[in-house]
């Protein structure tokens, strides 16, 4: 009883880290994106993370870990329904690790995340409306069902070398990316993005803002990936906050000096996508790396960062926060990482992942490609033209951010 | 009466304030202006090269008596100058009247 009430004053404290996540995440994306769009990236952050926690309540949850299921699809029932002994108390005996409740809030608050990934990536330019119908679904339904595969004791888990995701480089950060990259496909770039064939730069309004969402991520990763040892097990849960921030320093550190060789330049912006890259990539196997495996994994991400950022802006796709290059491909990479590095590395491990990889692939691109295309066809999911330039805030919300003062550029 | 207005560096308007103080020219108004010049500043963003031709100045209008014309301009002559393209430029013209709101009174004494 008094290990389950330590163990479950750990995993609300994580739980609380991974909500104010969406802190950063909106910090972040405010801050590389331009002050006239400000309010609608608020916006969507803010009816995520609220209508993301009612849509888990009242069906995610029971989808993702539906009980016994045909390993694709399962359901359990709408809303929560708490285990009770036969006197009609909580029944503590639901898990060592956590009771039920906890255990219903901690995934509630990564299901918002996803959603929140695909936020970025379209900034500036989608419509609202079909935003939030896309996050509902996506959030509700997809993420959920996605997410039972691995975690809900889904056919990736009862492979035979079981896939391996520890806290959500794919079932999390991939799922979202993968959206992002169908959204930013059918969306289009931004205007001005792309003049006569060449990449133009559109830099974001505040970058202090920016550096603060990256921190307080870390500050959040703590609780994501610590959250996700299920308890509070001192050897597992210390050896993971480890391998987390060794990840992230690593990540930073990479990233900030290829870009400096390529383009020699001291690039903060990428210095903290480097950071969040290596927080993605240690997300897969951070309880089973040691140290020097960590930084190793960190820095191939900080690296990939900078020439993902690079090809995504070659291939004419207009990502204004990097979600994809920090979330869909460095999440392939620490996921595929599992089989390269640590406790499990082997061939048949790797192959699991390959598995795993190629199966969220399959389900993210498929789905958010209908939802969005569908969208597309009927109503139109991106801004007019006019109102891309004045900007979203003024006509999308009728608001400014920043209505009493002007910003001088010195 | 002369209008003397300055396009110059942010940097230097500290520098060009005193100057003007010490001449004895203790009222004038100044905004913050963009413009576009010769100077061209490069920047780099996520990767991406681009220069931009907006320029960020601090425009001072100051209106004088005529024997502070001269004392005016050199004094932002010598304060604001670095010797590097972008430095700015002075224009000089004519005020016809000049009224104190409060008095009503006319004139150059207004300016003292």
């Given at each position: 009883m008094e290990l389950l009430t330590i163990n479950n004053v750990w995993m609300m404290i994580c739980t609380a880290l991974v909500f104010f996540m969406h802190l950063g995440f909106a910090f972040l994306e405010i801050g590389l994106t331009r002050q006239k769009n400000t309010i609608n990236i608020l916006f969507k952050n803010i009816f995520i993370i609220t209508v993301g926690l009612l849509l888990y309540c009242l069906v995610g949850f029971n989808l993702m870990y539906p009980g016994e299921f045909n390993g694709f699809l399962g359901f359990a029932g709408f809303g929560l329904d708490s285990p009770l002994t036969a006197e009609g108390a909580l029944d503590l005996t639901y898990s060592e690790g956590y009771t039920y409740w906890?255990?219903?809030l901690f995934q509630g608050m990564f299901a918002a995340t996803a959603a929140t990934i695909v936020s970025g990536a379209v900034a500036e330019r989608m419509k609202i409306g079909p935003f939030m119908i896309f996050a509902i679904l996506y959030v509700g339904l997809i993420y959920p069902i996605a997410g039972s595969w691995k975690w809900g004791g889904g056919f990736l888990q009862t492979l035979e070398t079981p896939f391996?995701?520890?806290?959500?480089?794919?079932?999390?950060h991939s799922v979202g990316g993968w959206a992002a990259l169908v959204a930013v496909c059918l969306l289009g770039s931004r205007i001005g993005k792309f003049k006569d064939g060449k990449i133009q730069a559109i830099p974001g309004h505040n970058i202090p803002l920016a550096t603060a969402g990256v921190l307080i991520l870390w500050l959040g990763w703590f609780g994501f990936n610590g959250g996700s040892v299920l308890s509070a097990d001192p050897g597992l849960t210390s050896l993971t906050l480890v391998t987390t921030c060794l990840a992230a320093a690593a990540g930073?550190?990479?990233a900030a000096l290829v870009s400096t060789l390529l383009y020699k330049n001291l690039d903060l912006t990428m210095f903290l996508n480097g950071i969040l890259g290596g927080l993605v990539g240690i997300t897969a196997g951070a309880d089973q790396m040691s140290p020097t495996d960590a930084i190793m994994i960190g820095s191939i991400a900080g690296a990939i960062i900078v020439f993902a950022v690079a090809l995504i802006d070659r291939l004419k796709l207009d990502d204004p926060v990097g979600a994809i290059a920090v979330h869909l491909v460095c999440g392939i990479w620490g996921t595929l990482a599992v089989g390269l590095f640590g406790e499990l590395a082997s061939g048949a491990q790797f192959v699991s992942q390959l598995i795993g990889v190629v199966s969220y692939a399959?389900?993210?691109?498929?789905?958010?490609?209908?939802?969005l295309f569908t969208m597309k066809k009927i109503v139109g999911i991106r801004v007019s033209e006019k109102e891309e330039l004045e900007g979203l805030d003024v006509h999308e919300h009728g608001m400014d951010a920043y209505p009493d003062f002007r910003m001088n550029e010195h | 009466m002369k209008k003397v207005e300055?396009?110059?560096?942010?940097?230097?308007f500290s520098a060009v304030k005193t100057a003007?103080?010490?001449?004895g020219v203790n009222f004038f108004s100044y905004w913050d202006v963009t413009g576009l010049g010769n100077e061209k500043e490069g920047h780099v963003y996520r990767g991406v090269s681009y220069s931009t031709s907006d320029i960020q100045r601090?425009?001072?209008s100051i209106v004088?008596?005529?024997d502070f014309e001269e004392v005016t301009i050199k004094a932002i002559l010598e304060a604001a100058s670095t010797g590097e393209v972008g430095d700015g430029k002075i224009f000089v013209s004519k005020i016809d009247d000049v009224y104190r709101i409060r008095t009503g009174e006319k004139g150059g004494n207004t300016l003292k």
């Open positions: 906890t255990d219903f391996y995701d520890f806290a959500g480089s794919t079932l999390v930073g550190v990479a399959a389900i993210c691109i498929v789905s958010s490609f209908l939802i | 300055a396009i110059i560096r942010k940097s230097k003007l103080h010490e001449v601090r425009y001072l004088v008596n005529d």
